[in-house]
């Protein structure tokens, strides 16, 4: 297991010199070659990293899982430039990218980052939804990448710190939503993006990907057409992400999305299905009878794993660590353990039912599309579209100025607004070249460019990495994406009915009862949690010394939280949870 590491400075003595100090350069290291760049693995890392790989005069290393590598090799057969049948995933990518160029990387159906040494530069790729994860900086006019935000926080030329303006974004958001990390210097790359880095330290972006609205006009009335090409979609998304000569391992809440991807893995698979679910209690509400009826359905080996509020008190920092940007999302813990039960199993892939929500039009929408229907444009209370997308989150965001110290607060005044993290794909001032037409589009693109790739998919990436797992989400695929973007919003929201194409393309996969359920949502009892098992956890860690120190939250604020006053329930919680999330993650990276 590893991760990446590259470097361009002015000499190749300075690259490795810069390499070293992040740890990267250990007795396997293979040197480049390169003038003034190298190329290394961080060994001992949770990740996929291998490399480095030489062709046509480029070397690179990466994190890379192909899921159509077939069509790959066509597509280079046709240029009369075949590798080798058998070569590594991230061999093959770099020669798509190298003979390609950006439509080569567009090509690729897979989970990847790729850093390359191309002449001078240090190009840097990321795949088409975010399914992986590259962070890059500048110090001491030399670039340096690495898909471990660790590795560059060792880098001590960067002398980095915490990152206020980001803060403020995790606490509104409970995730990163772009380009920012908590440190000082630290950008990550964007999900479809071809990053060049020269060595005087300018950068330029191209665009490989990125979701187009092509909706047909009129729409037609009779949805089968699009239902019909949803399925075959869905099947080919499925049946690619399966391991090979193994049990397929599925992670299953009982909701449509994990349901579905089950039924299709029961369906498409030629080895037993393992299902995974959750309990917190048999006292506490859950979706076990959902998840049990889809799995004896789908006949496959059901496993329901308990989590207790003791379990999550005793991992939380643990989980918090691995994630290289926070998440405050209570399922990290349990998220956890499912990998490794999963492992535990001897299965070295699982699937699971991410992205439904937001490629094809769930739940969390409803508050925007109701804002939107009784919005009086120029009344007091209006707000335009982005503003009232912040608010929608319902997390810290209304409560900073309570929760944030006046110093914190007066260093923030000239940080640029949190709205420009999605106003690209709201508003029409927001300036997004790839704006979509439709609001129930645009709201699904923020969503995917947002959450999607900042907050779900990088959650399961570096939760089942830290197993030897890996997580993989049919419903991100490429094409079903494009599908849902190509598919009229009448037929995603259909009356009352969320994700209705979705629901209709498997309706013969599933019992009718989850086919048609309501969304309800795993129900983390993080209230309980809080005034429990984490009790003397959140007092000891957000009230002691080192967060007072900090001086980044009010004590008096923190403190009526936690004695359960000021907001109401059960956001009370929730809100508490993100505060204790980043300070767990401030302390695991030293900050």
């Avoid at 440190?183 to 972006?205: F, S």
């Avoid at 949805?223 to 399925?231: E, F, I």
């Avoid at 309980?528 to 007092?539: E, H």
Wanted: net charge neutral; aromatic share 6%.
């Amino acid at each position: 297991m590893a991760r990446l590491c590259a470097c361009l400075a002015a000499t190749t003595g300075q690259a490795r010199a810069h390499l070293d100090a992040m740890g990267a350069l250990g007795p396997g290291h293979v040197p480049a070659g390169v003038q003034g760049a190298e190329l290394s693995l961080l060994a001992g890392e949770h990740g996929r990293a291998e490399g480095p790989f030489t062709a046509h005069g480029r070397t690179a290393v990466g994190e890379v899982t192909l899921h159509n590598r077939p069509v790959l090799l066509a597509a280079l057969a046709e240029l009369a430039a075949p590798p080798p049948p058998d070569c590594p995933d991230g061999e093959l990518l770099l020669n798509c990218w190298a003979l390609l160029g950006d439509a080569g990387v567009a090509l690729a159906e897979g989970m990847f980052v790729l850093a390359v040494l191309d002449g001078p530069d240090l190009v840097l790729i990321r795949d088409h939804v975010g399914a992986r994860t590259l962070f890059y900086a500048r110090a001491d006019a030399a670039w340096a990448a690495s898909t471990s935000l660790r590795a560059l926080r060792r880098w001590p030329a960067l002398g980095t710190s915490m990152n206020l303006s980001a803060v403020r974004s995790f606490l509104t958001f409970a995730y990163l939503p772009g380009e920012e990390t908590l440190l000082t210097g630290v950008r990550e790359v964007l999900p479809g993006r071809v990053l060049r880095l020269h060595r005087d330290g300018t950068c330029t972006e191209t665009v490989h990907w990125e979701p187009r609205e092509r909706i047909e006009e009129p729409p037609p009335e009779d949805p089968g057409g699009h239902v019909l090409a949803l399925r075959g979609l869905l099947e080919r998304a499925t049946a690619s992400r399966l391991p090979v000569a193994e049990p397929a391992a599925v992670l299953l809440s009982g909701g449509i999305d994990s349901s579905l991807v089950t039924a299709l893995a029961a369906k498409l698979h030629h080895h037993p299905v393992h299902t995974y679910s959750i309990s917190f209690g048999d006292d506490l509400p859950n979706e076990l009878g959902y998840s049990g009826l889809v799995a004896a359905h789908c006949h496959t080996r059901h496993r329901v794993l308990n989590v207790s509020g003791a379990a999550v008190a005793a991992r939380l920092a643990e989980a918090a660590a691995l994630l290289d940007s926070p998440v405050g999302d209570p399922l990290t813990v349990p998220n956890l353990m499912l990998a490794e039960a999963v492992a535990a199993d001897g299965a070295s892939v699982v699937l699971n039912g991410e992205g439904g929500d937001p490629v094809f039009g769930g739940p969390k929408n409803l508050p925007m599309l109701v804002q939107e229907m009784h919005r009086t444009p120029g009344a007091p209370w209006d707000e335009d579209r982005a503003t009232a997308y912040l608010r929608s989150y319902r997390k810290c965001w209304t409560d900073l100025p309570d929760l944030l110290t006046a110093t914190a607060l007066d260093a923030l005044r000239e940080a640029p607004p949190l709205e420009r993290h999605v106003a690209p794909y709201l508003t029409a001032e927001g300036g997004g070249p790839y704006r979509m037409g439709h609001l129930l589009n645009q709201l699904l693109h923020c969503n995917l460019r947002t959450k999607g790739a900042h907050h779900i998919l990088t959650k399961v990436e570096r939760l089942t990495s830290s197993q030897g797992v890996e997580g993989r989400s049919p419903l991100f695929d490429r094409s079903v994406v494009d599908h849902a973007f190509a598919t009229p919003p009448s037929f995603k929201l259909r009356g009352t009915a969320e994700k209705w194409i979705l629901k209709e393309a498997v309706r013969d996969l599933l019992p009718g009862t989850v086919v048609d359920r309501p969304k309800s949502g795993m129900r983390v009892p993080v209230q309980q949690w809080l005034t429990g098992p984490l009790r003397d956890l959140g007092q000891d860690l957000l009230l002691g010394p080192r967060s007072r120190q900090r001086g980044l939250f009010r004590p008096e604020t923190v403190r009526g939280w936690l004695r359960g006053e000021g907001a109401l329930l059960p956001r009370q919680g929730g809100k508490l949870w993100l505060v204790l999330t980043l300070e767990l993650w401030l302390r695991s990276y030293d900050v």
